[in-house]
């Protein structure tokens, strides 16, 4: 098993990166590497400095960097030789097995697509988030931005997506999946939960169980949370900064400590020919560990090719 | 001045109704006056059992009651004689100057259209919510769920709608107008917001600061943020359930404080013809004295002629 890490996206790249290879690395088994895609020569230095072996790792050099505010398809065409689109190349060709990036998360999804594609009768691919339940545990939401606009097929598809995900990676069974909506009667919604609502309930593609409010989101009537990327972001980045405001008041709670994304490691885009998962911007090394390690189990657990199997 | 109350709509009606009209009218100047729409007889009772006389309020008994869960249309029409539908008639025909109500919040909003009807050149009706800064004061959200589903010019009047009311009620100078976003740059968006961005920005009808996220609700680069009634409905109860988790941990901070719903009042409904609040299910007596000097506050500032003059 190889597993892909672009040491160069991120905020704290490449040190953070490096560090956090470093620690995953010690979870991993012999036959598990890590390869470091990017500034060879910086990896070996800071790899030096922390008294740690290169040769633990495989190394793809790369001379070119995709930074956080690039334009995602012009990035991706005009720097082929960026750690991100070596990446993706590599993982196209099967000199991967994953490929993982705390870097710009608009190229990771044009990446993906451009070079792994979308599984066949996948309409668009999905970006999840990890939400923290008050009970204990987690769940998944879904999308949250890969799609800003979507349409009934597509949320029924993330249903799907996320049922896999929930139940390969996160070993919830028979995962509970809900739509988000305003109302928890079926005549409630707009347009798109209205017509989402007797599709997700009469596919029977998933165990739905109907439709959940704002409120719902860490209670424990659901596993698998269904939205448009846009209502997904809005989510995602409100409750992001609800966990920011309990660590700046110094806050301190068990449910709190949940919302850490460093114990997640990133976003896996679901819905594509291959592994790939997209770290928060501000990954620390724990973060990318963790990263690393989520890559490890979305190989291990064969989730695309069961999310493969779903869509023939 | 007189403020009609629905005695009869909230979990805790008609007492919390009456305890909190009793507070409210503590506040009140003599020509203040409160008038009670519902069950006469229960109210006299529920305000000689606190030894507090009838004849501070005015009366105007109902017999028919529309309750939480009712079809707002068909019960506004099937009960005339309950206290929501009574209270738009007199709000109609000038007998009160304006109507509040912790009961059925889509037959406050149906009764409003239906009875005083939209202002002209408005093309919906929006309702708001109150959000904390965590910098001290307030801001406003809206839509929060009369409509679901908006068009971008529906959205851009929503900016005039918040902008008046922020500036009338809340007493905040020139207050920033900011479109709920998934990214701050302007090409960022759902179709809704990308098409929305440049009328609010070319309109000049009132400070637009551009686009926020999910992060930005309670810090400081803005006073009114604008979103379609789905979004603004999930942010809102999302937002609420985190009060009711911070409560139920006994975390104890200023800033949850004010997210207490009880300080509000409720939620104005904004663009017809007369002042209308809505106030929480949930409503105390705390509540509700808010509901009706959130009520005199509108009639006070004259927002009702504010609104007709900015769509004239």
């Known amino acids: 098993m190889k597993i892909g890490l672009d040491i160069m996206g991120g905020d704290y790249a490449p040190k953070a990166a490096i560090l956090g290879a470093i620690e995953a690395h010690k979870a991993l088994t012999a036959d598990q590497k890590i390869v470091l895609i990017g500034d060879k020569e910086t990896a070996v230095a800071i790899l030096q400095e922390n008294n740690f072996s290169p040769d633990h790792f495989e190394f793809v050099h790369t001379t070119e960097v995709i930074s956080m505010g690039e334009h995602p398809t012009k990035a991706i065409v005009q720097k082929p ?56 545990g987690l769940g998944i939401l879904l999308d949250v931005g890969a799609n800003a606009d979507c349409k009934p097929d597509v949320l029924l598809q993330f249903g799907v997506l ?18 988000m909506n305003i109302g928890e009667e079926e005549e409630k919604g707009n347009l798109l939960s209205l017509a989402t609502y007797p599709l997700m309930r009469d596919a029977k593609l998933f165990n739905f169980v109907g439709n959940v409010e704002g409120r719902d989101l860490f209670t424990d009537n ?24 309990t660590l700046k008041k110094q806050l301190k709670d068990e449910f709190f400590d949940r919302f850490n994304y460093e114990q997640y490691g990133g976003s896996p885009i679901l819905g594509v020919n291959a592994p790939v998962v997209v770290g928060h911007g501000i990954s620390s090394p724990e973060a990318i560990k963790n990263m690393v390690l989520l890559c490890k189990n979305m190989i291990e657990t064969n989730l695309v090719d069961k999310i493969k199997q779903a869509f023939q």
């Open 81 to 136: 030789d960026s750690s991100i689109s070596v990446g993706f190349k590599m993982l196209k060709d099967g000199d991967i097995d994953a490929f993982s990036s705390a870097g710009n998360t608009g190229a990771m999804l044009v990446g993906s697509m451009f070079s792994v594609k979308t599984i066949p009768g996948v309409i668009r691919p999905a970006m999840t988030t990890i939400v923290p339940k008050l009970k204990g």
């Open 222 to 245: 659901n596993d698998v949370v269904v939205c448009d990327g846009f209502t997904g972001n809005v989510i995602l980045k409100l409750a992001e900064s609800f966990y920011v405001i």
């Open 162 to 179: 996320g049922s896999l995900l929930a139940e390969s990676v996160y070993g919830i069974s028979n995962p509970r999946v809900a739509l």
